[in-house]
């Protein structure tokens, strides 16, 4: 069964990927088990968007606040966000990871990806959220803010460390959680948002679909 065809599509979709301690839980395994899981669903879902044309893609990997986990989960989600970077590097995606580098936390092998790298056509822009705190990323904005001519027309959004990711317009959260846990706060102003309630390693296209097609008659005004 193809990909079926949508009369309107977000432009950038966020993705919260909930879910992965559960789902270990769930089939009687550790739970930083499942984050390894999680991997797979990301490049299923990856590639349905690059064959839908959507431009741009952002994928929460890890926060500040998740950093506050036992060392075994820690170690397990850095080293999950690590493969899929390294994964994706091989793909057709303008690739960009935004997260607080200068901390320990952050995993040295994306320091590369700080700046957005384009392999194959760069026909998506991919970015991933590794050590990423909406606190970190406005006190960058409050930061920049003193500089001469900070800041412009644009306003706060050119000023933050994220400030390469566009406003997003679907934001889709699997794991059943009502709630952004503080994904991009600036460019998720005026997002919709859908929620599954399956745990992310039981990722199917189908879910993604169901998003889509909500979508499709949502009455985008952005306040107008």
């Known amino acids: 069964m193809g990909i079926p065809k949508f009369k309107r599509l977000p432009r950038h979709i966020g993705v919260i990927p909930d879910g992965n301690r ?28 690059l064959e839908l044309g959507i431009e741009e893609l952002t ?10 986990r036992p060392a075994k989960q820690k170690k397990a989600f850095q080293k999950a966000c690590v493969d899929a970077v390294e994964m994706l590097a091989h793909r057709d995606a303008a690739l960009l990871v935004v997260g607080n580098f ?11 990806y700080r700046q ?7 026909s ?7 050590n990423y705190g909406w ?26 460390a994220s400030r390469d990711v566009s406003r997003i317009d679907l934001i889709v959260r699997w794991g059943g959680r009502r709630r ?5 706060p600036v460019q998720s102003v005026y997002a919709d948002f859908f929620v599954l309630d399956e745990l992310w390693p039981d990722f199917r296209p189908e879910q993604l679909y169901d998003a889509l097609r909500w979508y499709e008659d949502q009455d985008v005004t952005l306040g107008g």
């Open 180 to 184: 952004l846990s503080g994904f991009l």
């Open 59 to 68: 994928l929460y990997g890890f926060t500040h606040d998740n950093t506050k």
């Open 22 to 49: 559960r789902w270990a839980e769930k089939h009687g395994l550790p739970k930083e088990a499942g984050y390894d899981k999680g991997i797979g669903p990301g490049f299923e879902l990856y590639q349905i968007c």
């Open 116 to 122: 957005r790298v384009t392999f194959g056509k760069g």
């Open 135 to 160: 606190h970190w990323d406005l006190g960058q904005a409050i930061a920049n803010s003193s500089q001469p001519k900070a800041g412009g027309k644009e306003g706060i959004h050119s000023l933050l």
């Open 102 to 112: 200068q901390s320990p936390l952050f995993p040295p092998q994306l320091l590369p």
């Open 124 to 130: 998506i822009r991919v970015n991933f959220l590794v």
